[in-house]
């Protein structure tokens, strides 16, 4: 997903606009993409705001169709198998 976006980035920037453009933090943040940039530029805004929405709707462990769902605390973009996959880690381990 972060490799698309910058796929992205690159085609539709121009050489001036890539050039202003440098990401000043990129994260995962509770299943959603987090991009902090030191300029602003709209080109580069729309297409971050983009990849961010299309974080919260892909599975953040396999890239399949998944939700934005809070657990106890945290929250995380799972698909149904994942995201059993995962509870199932949590829940066995605890005993
Ligand atoms: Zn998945």
Redesign the pocket.
Known sequence: MVERLFADLDATLTPAERASFQVAALRERDGRLSVETYAPVPAAQALIKAAVKASTQI??????P?KRRTFSGWAAT??????QRLGAMRIGGGD
């Open positions: 599975c953040q462990n396999c890239g399949a998944g799972l698909c149904p198998p994942c995201r």
